[in-house]
């Protein structure tokens, strides 16, 4: 089975939800035609889950086009890097076998998570107001990234340069924690002597990834820009402040890649059967009953990267309108619909009311979104197992239903479904 990508395509998947849409299974399904796949925001707050072969893999800063040795993987601009997870990442891969010699590029102008940023988001993420962030640095990278004082993979590559850096960012930052957090310095020879050394580790795959995509787009070649967490949790446009530190949303794409909007011609969002969640904010349909703990068991609802348990709720069609608005995606992608098996009914959301009224647009303002009341329509289940379909005739006539109400309510065709995790678990609409 394949999914025919055509020559010259330049496509993003992103997920349409609060992450976890299944993004990893969908570019890992898709690179099997693709000749490049980059990442162009987050960090390893991603997870994102591989599965084949009855292996499964998750990685969080590599391109889920890995394991395909006819893929180039790039690490755009926009991602941030932990080194430290980015070497344990490529050690993961090569003693699966994957030959990655030539295979990954790592943007020159990516910049670099240090420890003291993970330190620092444990420490601003308490207390009331918290978000639940996965505790990677990466909001404090980010914000040093917009302060102008990041550090980039550029200046790893120079041994002055990153020594004058670090050490200028470490003594600001032991002010921080030493003064208003009270904790211990950090020792800033021991750090630099740490990176040094990622240097020789790194410095194969460094190159002007911008110019090399580019390039590539001129010689025809297929591209699929992945993004990770969900187009809810973007920065500009999700339930902010409960939302990760960059742009998941299709424009995060161009400018974390440093490829021109004009040549992307395609935007796929990936969507679970259901919604989840992780950390706080607002979420409408969420379920804290019998059927979201069915939802988290069957449909192994904990975090990739955390391991915290998710929030299940049903699917939310307002939401999904708001993101393929903001996104222009014009195919969908549905994962887990297997998870939702043995349910006498499912329902889907097709509208918000508030005091009685109707919404019509989805309030990306957490204090609006946690009043609205959702409107559901009830579907039959299909209680059946879906586990051996391999084509779209097969599902049983509820399932059917369940893909073309979505359908009907988004106004978007669904091109893959997946009922399982393995690669081999998909259908092709
Ligand atoms: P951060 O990205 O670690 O700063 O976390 C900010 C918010 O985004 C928290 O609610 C996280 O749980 C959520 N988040 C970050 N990465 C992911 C992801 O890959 N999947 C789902 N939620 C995520």
Redesign the pocket.
């Known amino acids: 089975m394949s999914f025919k990508i055509p020559d010259g395509a330049v496509w993003v998947i992103l997920g349409a939800q ?3 849409e299944g993004k990893g299974k969908i570019v890992d399904l898709l690179s099997e035609n693709a000749d490049i796949v980059v990442r162009y925001q ?1 960090g390893s ?3 994102h889950t591989v599965s084949f072969d009855g292996k499964t893999y998750i990685l969080h800063l590599l391109p889920s086009g890995i394991f395909h040795q006819n893929v180039t993987c790039v690490i755009g601009n926009g991602v941030v890097i932990d080194p430290i997870a980015l070497m344990d990442e490529i050690e993961m891969v090569k003693s699966a076998g994957v030959d990655i010699k030539g295979r990954l590029l790592i943007s020159h102008n990516a910049h670099l998570i240090m420890p003291y940023h993970k330190l620092l988001d444990k420490i601003y993420d308490q207390g009331e107001d918290k ?6 640095g ?2 404090p990278a980010y914000v040093d990234k917009y302060a102008r004082v990041g550090i980039k993979v550029v200046d790893l590559l120079d041994r002055e340069i990153l020594c004058r850096k670090l050490r200028k960012n470490i003594e600001a930052k032991n002010e921080i924690l030493e003064k208003i957090y009270g904790t211990t310095k950090l020792d800033v020879e021991k750090i630099i002597d740490e990176y040094i050394e990622f240097d020789k580790k790194i410095d194969e795959f460094v190159t002007d990834t911008a110019l090399y995509l580019n390039n590539a787009i001129k010689g025809k070649k297929k591209i699929l820009l992945e993004g ?3 187009a809810l ?1 973007d920065i500009d446009h999700g339930t902010y402040p ?4 960059s742009n998941p949303t299709a424009g995060g794409a161009s400018t974390g890649s440093g490829i021109p909007p004009t040549k992307i011609n395609g935007v796929i969002g990936v969507i679970k059967a259901y919604t989840t969640r ?4 607002p979420f409408p349909t969420e379920l804290k009953d019998e059927i979201g703990d069915h939802i988290r068991e069957k449909g192994f609802e904990f975090g990739a ?1 955390t391991g915290r348990p998710r929030r299940c709720g049903w699917l939310d069609i307002v939401s999904l309108k708001y993101s393929i608005m903001i996104n222009g995606i014009d195919k969908l992608a549905l994962t887990k619909i297997d998870v939702l098996s043995e349910l006498d009914e499912i329902k889907i959301c097709v509208s918000y009311e508030i005091n009685g009224k109707k919404l019509k647009n989805f309030p990306t303002n957490p204090e609006a979104l946690s009043k609205v009341t959702p409107i559901y329509e009830t579907l039959r289940g299909w209680k059946k197992d879906l586990s051996n379909i391999s084509s779209y005739s097969e599902l049983p006539a509820e399932a059917k239903e369940f893909v073309e109400a979505i359908e009907f309510f988004t106004g978007i065709e669904i091109s893959i479904i997946s009922i399982g995790a393995d690669r081999k678990q998909t259908i092709l609409k």
């Open positions: 609060w992450g976890d987050g707050n991603a997870g978000i639940g962030t996965t505790g990677r990466i909001g990770a967490q969900g949790l409960f939302v990760t530190s992780v950390g706080e904010g990267t």
